[in-house]
């Protein structure tokens, strides 16, 4: 409770206000296993069904009522020696003392008697008390967990996105030369110093995902080059190197807009169909294109980058448990 948004917020009302410093002190708990925030639960929980299903309950009620009122006296006063208030204990106090005035003002001492009172009463009563409890003792476990894992969710974050880390751990791995003469596709600003490179495949679904997040990073920024090497395989008939092949001739016309909306639209199909794409960006493909698609595999056996897609930061593959969602809060 005192890491509630609502609890913080009735807590900021006044200076002299810490509801931290009671609600986590030791007074504020019955025992190691219960808190005095869980007995005003039940007790209010308990009360809003007995009025809500059992209308003849007031005089008990009434009598619960007089029997929670020697408490408001010991939080005040252990409010008071410890110069820190709570604001929502208090309400809960002057709830308790709204809750009495009511009845007495309605129905008078008289009301106190319990003659009208049945077995069959206390019984529904005693039950719509115990409901809560019940309850309570199902769902705390699941609320502490889903608190337990905020928290540790939290602190994950916090050390993961912290950018001097991130480079630590990014320049402990090992670097590979991305040489021009590999004749990657060169997107974004080609002047900029973080250059982001993907080993890719044609067809693979994580590849096109993958893009998919660059094509965003380098819309929202223009400090960032991207290069893109395909990994193929090592005969001319498979259908990676051919589509491989095709954009790599696309590459030499020097168009890069062209380049990019081609990839973007390769990828962006659900179901690879290259006769039909290819006619939308139609290339003569010549022989240099399978000295490029061939360098470039050679690349991939010499860095023993067996997996697509492969994300690099300046030369250095991007580290675990970092994914490539992630860099755009992590490059300076």
């Given amino acids: 409770m005192p890491n509630n948004p609502l609890v913080q917020n009735l807590c900021s009302l006044g200076k002299k206000n810490n509801c931290n410093a009671i609600l986590k002190s030791d007074a504020a708990k019955v025992t190691n296993w219960l808190s005095w925030s869980e007995v005003g639960f039940f ?7 007995s009025l809500l299903f059992l209308h003849s309950s007031l005089s008990l009620l009434f009598w619960l009522n007089i029997f929670c009122l020697p408490y408001t006296f010991w939080s005040i006063y252990y409010q ?5 208030w709570c604001v929502l204990c208090c309400t809960v ?5 709204l809750e009495f005035l009511t009845l007495l003002s309605s129905f008078g001492f008289f009301y106190l008697s319990l003659q009208g009172s049945s077995f069959k009463t206390l019984y ?5 008390f115990i409901a809560p409890v019940l309850i309570w003792h199902i769902l ?6 889903a608190a337990e894992y905020k928290l540790l969710r939290y602190q994950l974050n916090k050390f993961k996105f912290n950018s001097q880390l991130f480079n630590q751990t990014l320049n402990s791995q090992a670097r590979y ?4 003469d590999l004749m990657p596709i060169v997107l974004g600003n080609p002047n900029a110093e973080t250059i982001v490179t993907i080993v890719s495949n044609p ?3 994580p590849c096109a995902k993958a893009h998919e997040t660059l094509e965003k990073l380098l819309n929202s920024r223009d400090d960032i080059q991207l290069k893109i090497v395909f990994a193929t395989a090592d005969h001319d008939d498979d259908h990676k190197t051919k589509v491989a092949r095709h954009i790599a001739a696309l590459n030499l ?9 081609a990839l973007n639209d390769w990828y962006a199909q659900r179901e690879k169909k290259y006769d039909k794409w290819a006619k939308d960006y139609n290339v003569e493909i010549g022989e240099e294109v399978n000295e490029v698609t061939k360098g470039q595999r050679e690349w991939c056996k010499l860095t023993e980058i067996t997996s697509t897609p492969t994300i690099l930061i300046n030369g250095y593959k991007l580290p675990e448990p970092y994914k490539l969602e992630d860099i755009k809060y992590l490059l300076s």
């Fill in 43 to 49: 007790y209010f929980a308990g009360t809003f069904l």
């Fill in 253 to 261: 016309l020097n168009d890069t807009t062209f380049v990019r909306k």
């Fill in 93 to 97: 106090q002057a709830i308790l003392w």
């Fill in 177 to 180: 030369a991305v040489p021009d």
């Fill in 203 to 205: 067809f693979c679904v």
């Fill in 80 to 84: 008071y020696n410890q110069k820190n």
């Fill in 124 to 128: 529904s009563l005693t039950l719509y």
């Fill in 140 to 145: 705390k476990p699941i609320f502490l967990k």
